[in-house]
Every structure is written in C-alpha cells, then in structure tokens.
C-alpha cells in the first residue's frame, strides 16, 4: 500500500477542491514528514515521498533500522482523504481506479465537518453538550454572551478554534463573518472548564468500528495540539482516569461512519469541572483521519518505550530526539 503524509488536508477539506495550495509552512511540514508513515508501515508497503532523499531514507535504517520504500504500488492509504489526497497519488503514479469516487470523497468530507460530532452526541444520549451550526452571522445574536467556543468547519490540532471570553463584540463579529464566508457556517459551542484531553482511536473496515486504543495529549490554552504521550495503553489509560463507554461510541460510529470509510479515525474527548466534580465530554470532534495519537502508539510498540515521553513537531530550536532526519525546520520528536 502507497502510503502518504497529507499534514495538510484538513485545510484541503475546507477549500473542497482539487488542486489545493497550502500555506508554505504546510508545504514545508508535508516535505519534512514525508517519511513519516515508514513508522507505521508494514512488510512491503510502500510510502509516497517524492521529496525524500537518500540521505533521510539511510538515516531511518540507521537510527531505528526502518526501511523505507518509496512508490506508488498498492491501495493507497492517505494521512486523510480528500480531493487533493486523490490528485497526489495520481500525480505519484498511482491508478484512479484505485481511489475512491468523488461521491465516496465529498461523503468523507461532509463526515469530517464538525457537525457529525453533534449527531455523536444526539446518539450517545448527549445532546445537551452539543454545539450548534450557525451560517448567517445575524444568528449570532440568539446565543450571545461569553464563554463560547467558535470552530470552524473543518480545521484541525486546534487551529480555527477561538474562545469569545474577553473579546470584543466587533472582533468576534469579524471573525464569524470570516469563517462563515470561507466555509459557509461556524460551529458554536459552550466552554467547558477542561482538565485533560485525550482521545480514543478506531478503525472502519466498511461495516463496522473497532476499538484500536487511547490518546493522550497535551494543548496550549487556546486548544492548539503541542504534542502526545508515548506510553503503554495502561500508563495512557491511568492518565486518562476516567471510565468511558466505549461500545456506545462504536456503535454510534459504526452507524454513522463505518458505510462511508474504511481506515483510522480518533474521537477526541475531555475531562471537564461540573462543578465539584469531573466528567467525560465523549466527543469532541470527530478526526476522520490518522493522527498523532496513531503515531505514537506505532512509536511506542517499534521502541518499546515503558517510561513517558512526548512526540510532537518542533519548529526551529530542537529539544528532543529525532525520529525523521530534520528538514526546513521541522523535526518530530521525543521528548
């Protein structure tokens, strides 16, 4: 299978179109870690890189002994699905017979809109914490007041998620206004008092989810993703502390995505003050796509790591230990 690091699809997804240019710190974070998915890739499976070198390919078999294989040979397994993911691998030599239909595309884009998480909720009994989809900035005034989380669309590690507590009415006008015109609506919900975030990762086979593990990672106060723990399932498990109804959300999952997806996908979640007491928001958003919590339990089992450590990007100064060689920049890392 032609594996491919996309970092930028969730951008993709919110264009909706084709030919996609992302920003050039994008760009420049999909050449550093095109050979990313050689951490999770099995006997044989190739990875599509056509930037790598054969300086970064030696470096992996020489730190970690993993051996790369660059080309398009296989069932394509993208970072996340889009248009654009699709016109990569034809661009990399793979067959469009071999990809999905644009009707199985739009599907998978309309399911990674953050507005499937609020059909989660309804399913789970959890209606209550849901946010609502707002597409005329008018709307706003119905649920005025601080203490809101507006998120665009489609965005992802944070990013396009902004809290209105302390701005000023104009600046949140602004930005509604923005979000609404790029990508026809904005998802408002209330703030929760959060303690810790983690996620729980599945796979689709087209018929049904099934439970894969945790994710635990760590956010900036304004949400924006800074890293996941690299620990065994137990160790993540206890971070967690928390009791989750997982066979709920496999079956809401298995509902309404496992007919329109097959591969990796993440329910992010809190833990939440209610007043004196803490409790689970089973589902933040719905992340329709491999992510960081995957990598780290790939990284986890190749390095046979008993003692917590952190992976993430760093841009710039260099704190932890490589796990690609670093380009541009960019070095993913333990710390």
């Not at 996908?265 to 958003?285: A, F, K, Q, T, W």
Request: with cysteine; glycine share 12%.
């Amino acid at each position: 299978m032609p594996l491919l690091f996309n970092p930028e699809n969730d951008l993709a997804l919110g264009v909706g179109c084709r030919h996609y240019t992302p920003p050039p710190r994008v760009c420049s974070l999909h050449r550093a870690g095109g050979l990313m998915p050689v951490w999770w890739a099995a006997g044989g499976e190739q990875v599509v890189a056509p930037d790598a070198t054969p300086d970064e390919v030696e470096w992996l078999r020489h730190e970690y002994g993993l051996e790369a294989s660059i080309g398009p040979d296989g069932e394509p397994r993208p970072w996340g699905w889009s248009e654009d993911a699709a016109r990569q691998f034809i661009q990399a030599g793979v067959s469009p017979g071999g990809l999905p239909s644009s009707q199985s595309l739009e599907r998978m884009r309309q399911l990674s809109h953050r507005r499937t998480s609020v059909e989660i909720l309804r399913m789970l009994g959890c209606g209550d914490m849901a946010g609502r989809e707002v597409s005329a900035l008018s709307e706003m005034d119905l649920i005025a007041g601080g203490g809101l989380f507006l998120k665009s669309p489609w965005s992802c590690s944070g990013r396009g998620v902004f809290s209105t507590r302390g701005l000023p009415a104009g600046t949140v006008a602004s930005r509604v206004a923005g979000i609404i015109h790029r990508q026809g609506s904005v998802m408002v919900e209330r703030e929760f008092d959060r303690v810790r975030d983690f996620a729980a990762l599945f796979t689709s086979d087209g018929v049904k989810v099934d439970f894969v593990g945790w994710s635990v990672f760590a956010t900036a106060a304004q949400g924006a993703y800074t890293g996941n723990l690299v620990a065994p399932q137990d160790t993540l498990a206890d971070r967690i502390g928390h009791e989750v109804d997982i066979q709920r959300l496999v079956d809401a999952l298995t509902v309404i995505v496992a007919p329109h997806y097959t591969g990796p996908l993440g329910v992010d979640m809190m833990i939440y003050r209610d007043g004196g007491r803490e409790s689970v928001h089973p589902c933040i958003e719905l992340n329709l796509r491999m992510t960081m919590g995957f990598v780290a339990l790939e990284v986890q089992k190749r390095l046979r790591l008993d003692s917590p450590r952190l992976i993430g990007w760093e841009f710039g100064r260099m704190e932890g230990v490589p796990l690609l060689k670093p380009r541009e920049g960019f070095a993913l890392t333990l710390r």
